[in-house]
């Protein structure tokens, strides 16, 4: 068991629940690929990162999806709104770890690279965030659970990151930044990928395992 536990928040593959301002531009079911293409991304560049790993489903745990293979615990969500849901899981994860990180499935740019360098970050500094575009974060991690920075925080917002950031600043802890990288949230963000979204669910592609998704 490693000291270290990667938590990945994602969304259960129902449609009109995933990528609902993205729907608004290319359809609901157009919307449902491209958030199967993120979460396929989200489990290729976390896969062979060494550290325990876990999955929180937003509303259920799927069975025989490709978290179920052995290399993910698997659990859900518990809370309301995200910011419950995300300080539920850091409270909880640390009875157990004392490296704690967590990442959505929004983040097309986001690679095993950054993941792994936020790691090595928190061996020196009490907090580690990789700021989004949008003025979110696209990833989190901290060494003690620090209830503050979920509270009364407006996400979905440009405001995020920075209410975050002063709050660390007030409690006086060392924080490690990342690269700026892009959520996919809407058509101007997808369109700033490489996905090939209008092809998407066409015929299913076979990744580096020789699996269809």
């Not at 309301?80 to 499935?105: H, P, Q, R, T, W």
Request: negative net charge; proline residues 2%; charged residues 30%.
């Amino acid at each position: 068991m490693s000291d270290k536990l990667l938590m990945i928040f994602v969304k259960n593959l129902i449609p009109g629940m995933v990528k609902t301002r993205l729907a608004e531009d290319i359809g609901i079911d157009k919307a449902l690929d491209v958030y199967q293409e993120l979460v396929h991304h989200t489990h290729k560049i976390t896969k062979k990162i060494e550290v325990d790993k876990a999955v929180y489903y937003s509303e259920y745990v799927e069975i025989e999806d490709i978290w179920d293979n052995g290399d993910f615990k698997l659990t859900s969500q518990k809370g309301f709104k995200l910011g419950e849901k995300m300080s539920n899981a850091f409270d909880e994860a640390f009875d157990s770890y004392n490296k704690v990180i967590i990442i959505g499935s929004d983040c097309y740019d986001l690679s095993s690279k950054h993941i792994k360098l936020a790691f090595e970050m928190l061996e020196e500094n009490d907090v580690v965030v990789g700021p989004a575009k949008d003025g979110g974060y696209y990833l989190l991690g901290m060494k003690e659970y620090l209830p503050q920075l979920f509270e009364d925080k407006k996400y979905s917002t440009d405001s995020v990151l920075n209410e975050l950031l002063e709050e660390v600043e007030e409690m006086e802890l060392s924080v490690y930044k990342l690269p700026t990288l892009n959520d996919i949230d809407t058509l101007a963000d997808l369109k700033e990928t490489g996905i090939d979204w209008e092809n998407l669910g066409v015929d299913a592609e076979v990744d580096d395992e020789g699996e269809a998704y």
